[in-house]
């Protein structure tokens, strides 16, 4: 090989070297510019994790400046806990494992604030459409599905049935899970009766009723949802709309609270802000890509969380887009409107 030859194939490989090294180099320098955020979800088969998954996806997608990476949990309890230990930096909560912790019921308050509303839980059973069962209390001493230990459906359960004089433990056989995809199987297997659930497009109950018996869901009675919600007012009366899942044709009236995303209080308020902001200009994309996903909006989150919960990154947002100012002007009208 001539000296020319070698000279040529030796810059070569240093030009070679050079340029894939500043392709790396500015790969790692665009990756270092987004601020990676860690989600908790909660178990596989879970409506927790199939929300995260798209969440995440639509921020890291909106070129936001926002890498989330959504970690499967042990559910509402497990993220308050992750939350508070700082191991990650927003949790989704089920409504009641929320208040409880917010409020310091059975515990000490938990220092943590709302980033934005998920969508509402109305609580029910789901049984195969072949069996019996038409009511709540056709279920009494039979094996139910109430979900996984951590989870936060597990107390909606206890004051939904507390509410008409049931408990899950003495008047139910409940089986507790380890993961969420079990209580669908169970069902369709036929070794429980009936799965515990909640909220709009729950993957527990969209299995079921896909199932080849279908499926039956079975709410508290109209009596039933006046006696819940006198003795536990902190629920409120919400529905499933019709055809949610396959072969429910009419509106299905529940009882529940709203699930949330929280997030730590020690998070910079600029950081929140971006955030917020890529959740609200994504909106519309998570509602298409989810069916659930159509009920997280800004305006959501200023109607049904209270402001001192809200992080005041958030609530900077809020307030620059005029969402809370909207809402106010629009109970304005409507208490004008009544006083007509």
Known sequence: MSLTLLRTVYYLLIFITLFFGLVKSGQADASSKHTRIILGTATKGGGFQLYGEHLAAVINNANSGFQIEAIATRGSKHNLAMLEEAKIDIGLVEGNAARQALEGIGRSPANLKVLYVMYPNPGMFVVRADTPYQHIEDLQGKQIAFGTRASGLRILARDMLDGIGLKPERDFIPIILDKAAEGPRLVLEKQVEALWGAGIGWPGFVKVANGPAGARFIAPSASQIKLILAKHPHLQAMSVPANTYSGQDVEIDSVGLWSLILIRPEIPDETVYLLTR?????????????????????INTIRYVPRERLHPGAVHYFEDVDVISAIARSAETGNRERQD
């Open 278 to 298: 890529a959740i609200h200009r994504g909106e519309t994309m998570l509602a298409d890509s989810l069916k659930q996903g159509g009920y997280t909006k800004a």
